[in-house]
């Protein structure tokens, strides 16, 4: 390119389209070689790459991916941005991913949200099993059944005869279509055979904020939400729905103990790329998965929120790409025999 | 007493000034840029305050979000660009004012305001937080409804000579807030099929077309041929009539914010408008508001700031988030190992009071940061329009696209700036379609909720004590409105017609 008038006499304009073509032959240059040196993956990565969490910043989901991108880039030795791309119930976020080049410098941290999308969306713009690379698991978040501190039942027996003889009158708070605690009441509802008056809310937080004040009757929530209301007493907790009990609430009982081995869910969080990325590029990112969620800060951390590390053996493609067939199993029969339908 | 004392130590350290001095700048900064809020900058900001120690990230990332506040009002006063809901408030006089040579007025008028709202507001937290979050939480779904009924009826009430185009404004309001999907059957409404509506129109590419572009497009079509937006920058001091006129609005405007800022989801929303309104109610001259009056800048400011602050209580207090600011903030305290909720008043004296404390330095030094600048913004209005307002245009579409990186925000910008231009065209004012946005998904979630969990009977809004005095308030702001004889203290709260 011919750059007229001559550069001494306008200096000025001159310097400016000299940086503009050195930005963006800069820009061409590196974005050139990103590309080609992920099809080997020998170099994989040489720029940051972006862990799209489909949902708000500082929500659960949120805060599990930025809890294991920081030492994941510290292993990969490049820094991973996470990006939210809120909307449509995780759904937005985790289409971006699935359209994006399948190079691994573009990866998704979703949750249970992935297995449940197509019995919800009639409209989805990916296949949880064939646009997506699993990578592996991360965690799984029980789950507590909480109410009102002043509800009647003193235990968890005591609350099933209580939600049975009370169906008319008793709430059920939910954060909303899709949300954990929605399929958590949705598994309740089928243990339990009845109908429950559902009060849906957007997001965790002002759901969470009603129960303190006592305006519903009961909800189930991730222990990232419920721990710090429960050990105070603000709330009162009947049971986990884990298999086992939580280490970080320990005289909280199971609801297999209570005899419903059926209503077990848990929030558990996958990290996925675009299909088709290449084996190497996979195997770095679920190495620097697997090291992360050794790091003793992450872990100290996750039972901060009430959870722990995937067991190591969770944490490859086929533990996780199983973990999604048996979800989707699960939940497509559970949401349409509700006739739940998010759009 | 010793609690104050080590909050003042804690927030006096050198490393804490520092990152309160960062955070007020950052958060000034995103809060003048349209579109780049400071829910953006702090989830941006979160992994760097990883290696901070905790009571330092949190000042920091607090400092961002009331310095927003504070920022967002100075483009709504220059170019009448608002980038969050209380800013639009602020633009109806503060704009009027700008245009009349008295922006440097204005942006004191908010400074100060703001200043004295934070100082205020910072006590209230630091004496009354944990009684006034159990306060809060006796605000049930139904009186959630009832205080946004309220707020409209208030509003409508207020209006004379253009009632009828204002009760419009505010339904087509409500109506665009309905966009979206259905939180109860998760239906998609008025989205035309396409996804990016799901989640609703976005607040900021409203605000930014109906006012900002809107605005432009008025300008060159009433053919500008001045060379500047303001042909001659009076004085920037304030006068001592003034000050006179701007401080009965502060101090209501901090009181109304410090008390709705406490409730959740509805109450920030609330302040600046419910302030804007109340001043006007009570002026001896309401005819000057909409045109420039100084009251009309200083409540809401003041309000919104207030509300700013105690917005921290139930997140403070009871670990609850009361904004989506809030609820990354919570973030904040878990990857900091801290585990937001009652506990935290007792377990992490040090967080609690030197976050407190940290509130008031933040604000002296937005204060000393704000009050200089002045002179320099308003010498952006003696630019030429014609290069300001591509400019103008330039950086609204910037930060609109920056929302969701997403070219449908743009898109809606330049829709609703059309749609604004044909609205002014027609004599009919955006403030009141804002306020209809905003307050319409409350009005209708918690009447929904309300009436879920009462199993349908509507009597609830009746029976439960605080829902029915704000009905009976509602009821009689009614009456006043159609009652002949009070005629004359009705004006139109929201025109601004020249």
């Known amino acids: 390119m011919a750059l007229r008038p001559p550069p001494s006499r306008r200096p000025a304009r001159f310097l400016a389209l000299a940086t503009v073509s050195a930005l963006a032959l800069a820009a061409c240059s590196s974005g050139g070689s990103a590309g080609s040196n992920s099809a080997a993956g020998s ?35 490049q820094q991973i941005i996470v990006q939210n791309v809120e909307g449509a119930g995780g759904t937005l976020g985790a289409g971006e991913v699935a359209k994006a080049k399948n190079d691994g410098y573009k990866i998704l941290m979703h949750h249970i949200g992935m297995s449940t999308a197509p019995a919800l969306y009639s409209n989805l713009a990916f296949k949880p099993l064939e646009s997506f690379q699993t990578i592996g698991l991360v965690t799984e978040v029980p789950m507590t059944i909480i109410s009102k501190k002043d509800l009647a039942p003193a235990n968890f027996k005591e609350l099933v005869e209580y939600v049975k003889a009370n169906k008319e009158k008793v709430t059920y708070a939910n954060a909303g279509i899709g949300s954990a605690s929605q399929l958590c009441g949705l598994l309740i509802e089928k243990a339990l055979g009845v109908d429950l008056t559902e009060v849906p809310y957007k997001g965790t937080g002002p759901a969470m904020t009603d129960l303190v004040g006592g305006q519903v009757d009961f909800m189930c929530d991730q222990t990232t939400n419920t721990t710090a209301q429960i050990k105070p007493g603000k709330v009162k907790a009947y049971a986990v729905t884990t298999a086992t009990r939580v280490k970080s609430l320990p005289d909280i009982p199971t609801t297999t103990e209570e005899g419903m081995p059926d209503l077990k869910v848990g929030v558990w969080h996958g990290l996925y790329a675009p299909a088709g990325t290449s084996e190497a590029v996979v195997k770095k990112l679920t190495d620097a998965l697997a090291a992360a969620l050794k790091d003793p ?7 901060d929120l009430g959870t722990a590390p995937e067991a190591a053996d969770q944490i490859n493609p086929a533990a996780h790409t199983a973990k999604l067939k048996a979800q989707l199993d699960l939940w497509t029969p559970v949401i349409k025999a509700a006739g739940v339908k998010a759009a | 007493m010793d609690n104050i004392l080590l909050g003042i130590q804690t927030a006096l350290t050198p490393t804490n000034l520092l990152v309160c001095l960062i955070g007020c700048a950052l958060g000034t900064a995103v809060g003048v840029l349209p579109g780049i809020g400071p829910t953006a900058t702090i989830a941006l900001l979160l992994p760097i305050t990883f290696n901070f120690d905790p009571v330092s990230s949190l000042i920091m990332l607090a400092g961002i979000y009331y310095g927003a506040q504070y920022g967002g009002s100075t483009t709504a006063i220059l170019l009448n660009l608002p980038g969050e809901t209380s800013a639009a408030v602020t633009a109806i006089d503060g704009y009027q004012m700008a245009r009349q040579g008295r922006a440097g007025q204005a942006l004191a008028t908010a400074a100060l305001g703001s200043f004295f709202a934070g100082t205020v507001a910072t006590v209230v937290l630091a004496v009354f937080a944990p009684p006034l979050a159990e306060a809060a939480l006796k605000f049930g779904p139904a009186e959630y409804f009832s205080l946004v009924v309220l707020g409209l009826v208030a509003s409508i009430a207020l209006a004379s000579g253009s009632l009828w185009k204002a009760l419009a404004m505010i339904m087509l309001g409500l109506l665009l807030g309905l966009v979206g999907q259905d939180v109860e059957s998760g239906a998609s409404r008025f989205t035309f099929g396409a996804g990016e509506l799901d989640g609703g129109l976005n607040f900021v590419s409203l605000a930014v077309g109906m006012f900002g572009v809107a605005e432009i497009l008025r300008n060159l079509a009433s053919g500008i041929h001045r060379p500047s937006m303001v042909r001659e920058v009076k004085s920037l001091r304030l006068s001592r009539a003034d000050f006179k006129q701007m401080t009965p609005p502060v101090l209501r405007g901090t009181l109304m914010g410090s008390l709705l800022g406490i409730l959740p989801g509805a109450g920030h929303v609330l302040a600046s408008f419910t302030s804007y309104s109340v001043e006007k109610r009570i002026s001896k001259t309401p005819e000057r508001f909409g045109h ?14 207030a509300a700013a602050q105690t917005s921290f209580i139930p997140l403070l207090t009871l670990g609850l988030p009361a904004n989506p600011v809030m609820a990354l903030l919570i973030g904040a305290f878990i990857i900091q190992g801290i585990t937001p909720g009652p506990n935290v008043i007792n377990d992490e004296p040090v967080l609690f009071w030197g976050l407190i404390a940290s509130m008031w330095v933040g604000n002296l030094m937005l204060v000393m940061l704000n009050l200089p600048l002045i002179g320099l913004w308003v010498k952006l ?25 997403n070219a449908y925000h743009v898109f809606a910008i330049a829709f609703f700036g059309l749609l604004g231009y044909v609205l002014i065209r027609f004599g009919c004012e955006p403030a009141p379609l804002l306020l209809g946005f905003v307050l ?27 829902s029915l005095a704000m009905l009976v308030v509602a009821a009689v702001f009614l009456v006043v409105a ?13 025109a601004e017609d020249e």
């Open chain 1, 297 to 303: 800060k992450v872990i100290e951390k996750m039972a």
């Open chain 1, 43 to 77: 170099n994989y990565p040489t720029g940051t790459i972006t862990m799209v969490v489909p949902f708000s910043a500082g929500g659960p989901t949120d805060t599990v991916a930025r809890l294991v991108a920081e030492p994941m880039s510290k292993t990969l030795g």
């Open chain 2, 292 to 305: 420039g009056a100084i009251e009309g800048v200083a409540a809401p400011e003041s309000a919104n700031n």
């Open chain 2, 440 to 466: 319409g998904p409350l009005l209708e979630e918690n009447f929904r909720r309300a009436m879920t969990i009462s199993r349908g009977d509507a009597s609830v809004f009746l029976t439960r004590p605080i």
């Open chain 2, 482 to 494: 159609v009652l002949p004889s009070i005629k004359k203290k009705r004006d139109v709260v929201f």
């Open chain 2, 381 to 405: 209005l003696t630019i030429p329009y014609r290069v300001l307002f591509p400019a103008i245009i330039a950086f609204s579409t910037i930060g609109c696209y920056s929302l969701g990186l």
